[in-house]
């Protein structure tokens, strides 16, 4: 069971479009009581990532994150998300989403591109990315 999410975070989380078996990957999710409550979506033939470019966070995603960690339906990955790559022997992700990540929310406009490019390579070809706008999600589309 998850800890009780922030209002904003249950409305991000219960916009998305998730699946049990699902693959997800979670771009600037410290300290993962987002990727917690999608754990329990996805169930245990799905698997979370978190990535977070600051080790802080990932030290509190891990902490908080133990058990679903010990059951390998969660994951996390220091990285920046305009140049991360996911590690060799990863699958790829049928979703991805971000909740207040400057490089997609406009507050760094320069790594938009970056980052997005990095998203599309660790999603399936039909994978989807949802970005945390206040109303609460909007989907981006992405090249092919």
């Known amino acids: 069971m998850t800890d009780k999410l922030s209002p904003r975070l249950r409305q991000v989380v219960d916009a998305l479009p998730l699946e049990p078996g699902m693959r997800v990957l979670e771009i600037g ?45 969660l994951s996390v990955l220091h990285a920046r998300v305009e140049d991360f790559v996911l590690p060799p022997g990863t699958g790829l992700f049928d979703l991805a989403f971000a909740c207040r990540v400057g490089a997609l929310d406009g507050r760094h406009p320069h790594l ?22 206040g109303d609460p999600l909007r989907e981006l589309e992405l090249a092919c």
């Open 112 to 133: 938009y591109q970056p980052a997005v490019a990095s998203i599309t390579k660790a999603l399936t070809p039909s994978g989807r990315l949802f970005v945390d706008t």
């Open 29 to 73: 999710g410290a300290p993962g009581a987002a990727a917690r409550a999608v754990a329990d979506i996805i169930g245990p033939r799905g698997h979370i990532m978190v990535i977070d470019r600051s080790p802080r966070g990932i030290a509190l995603t891990s902490a908080a994150c133990i058990s679903e960690i010990a059951v390998d339906v």
